[in-house]
């Protein structure tokens, strides 16, 4: 079964310092995709980034950048210069192939609960 | 653009009850899937609608099904509850739902069984 780890239950950082949420997943197929979702206390589920498993190449956008190492499983993240709207949970997620034809879903990690404080 | 809307927001219900739960995607989506988040397990797959069929399943009992309109527009039901089913329900929509697809979510229905 897919698998994916995110070994830090929760982080707090003063605000303006760096923090690298982990993740490391489990995966038999050749073809995925990864992504990053940012859970704030509202509810909802806010699209961060997603990474094929053919493309390693790291991404930096904003105070945001991707570490997607295939050799190792691992797909981090880094908040450069936290501040405190960055208070959230962080989701990793694989894309997963369903049992439907062309169907696929999500299997999260349990997400790491980022505390930014002022 | 109006985003993925859940209704209702909270419920409270008693155990043995049914309940159903709505989700209206964007615009154009045609994929709805539904997810179930607790603290213990996390955020775990129901199913997935697409084109009114049903096109995935999680590994759920039956007392939990689905269905989606010719809108798009899904609900899913939970029959006969349990204390356990306690969690927050969230629905997100894509395009497609491939394999690549950036999922838009709801800010999820919080249900409590008493």
């Known amino acids: 079964a897919q698998k994916v780890t995110q070994a830090q239950t929760e982080i707090s950082v003063v605000e303006k310092e760096d923090v690298t949420l982990d993740c490391v997943y489990e995966?038999?197929?050749?073809?995925?995709?990864l992504f990053w979702y940012k859970q704030p206390p509202s509810g909802e589920l806010v699209f961060l980034i997603r990474?094929?498993?053919?493309?390693?190449q790291n991404e930096i956008s904003g105070r945001y950048s991707w570490n997607f190492q295939k050799s190792t499983s691992s797909f981090n993240f880094t908040i450069t210069a936290s501040q405190v709207v960055d208070s959230a949970v962080y989701f990793c997620?694989?894309?997963?192939?369903?049992f439907g034809a062309g169907s696929y879903q999500l299997t999260f990690g349990k997400g790491t609960k980022l505390s930014v404080i002022p | 653009k109006a985003g993925v809307t859940q209704t209702p927001r909270y419920l409270i219900k008693t155990r043995g009850q049914q309940v159903t739960l709505s989700c209206s995607p964007i615009s154009g989506h045609r994929s709805v899937s539904w997810y179930q988040q607790t603290p213990g397990q996390g955020l775990q797959f129901l199913f997935e609608y697409f084109s009114e069929t049903q096109r995935n399943k999680g590994n759920f009992p039956g007392r939990f099904s689905g269905r989606q309109f010719s809108n798009s527009r899904s609900e899913m039901n939970v029959s006969t509850l349990e204390l356990g089913d306690s969690a927050l329900y969230l629905c997100a929509s894509s395009v497609g739902g491939g394999m690549n697809t950036e999922a838009f979510f709801g800010q999820g229905t919080r249900l409590t069984v008493v």
């Open positions: 995966t038999r197929d050749t073809t995925y995709y």
């Open positions: 997620a694989l894309s997963e192939r369903g």
């Open positions: 990474r094929n498993s053919f493309d390693e």
